[in-house]
């Protein structure tokens, strides 16, 4: 099992910055890819970015690409997302999952956190 733990919500003003945090337990050994998902009320889970455990090579949403960058620490077992120039259409719950093959489709996906909010106001 791997269990994982977000941090870092909040809530911002538009144009703002914030920095999640994902730490991971347990038998971090098998994780492949982490992933960033989010999810906004009335909406379906959405792929945000990933980053392969090993490589660290990343993969990020078109709506995010050039806002978000998401980074990993293997000795800490941390994976960050860096979101800047947020727009409140950012707001979502933002959970961070882990699994064995680097895809943006949430049932690819072994372990998730618990999700932390996002909130950006205009």
């Known amino acids: 099992q791997v269990q994982l733990v977000e941090s870092g919500g909040g809530l911002v003003q538009a144009g703002g910055s914030l920095r999640l945090s994902c730490a991971a337990s347990?038998?971090?050994?098998?994780?492949?890819?982490m992933g960033w998902f989010r999810q906004a009320p009335g909406k379906e889970r959405e792929f945000v970015a990933l980053?392969?455990?090993?490589?660290?090579?990343?993969y990020a949403a078109d709506s995010v690409k050039g806002r978000f960058t998401v980074s990993r620490d293997n000795a800490k077992n941390m994976m960050y997302l860096q979101m800047n120039s947020l727009e409140p259409e950012d707001t979502a719950v933002y959970y961070c999952?882990?699994?064995?093959?680097?895809?943006?489709?949430?049932?690819?996906?072994?372990?998730w956190g618990q999700g932390t909010q996002v909130t950006v106001s205009s």
């Open positions: 347990g038998r971090t050994f098998s994780i492949y890819t």
């Open positions: 999952a882990a699994g064995k093959t680097p895809t943006n489709t949430a049932s690819g996906y072994d372990y």
């Open positions: 980053i392969t455990w090993s490589a660290g090579s990343t």
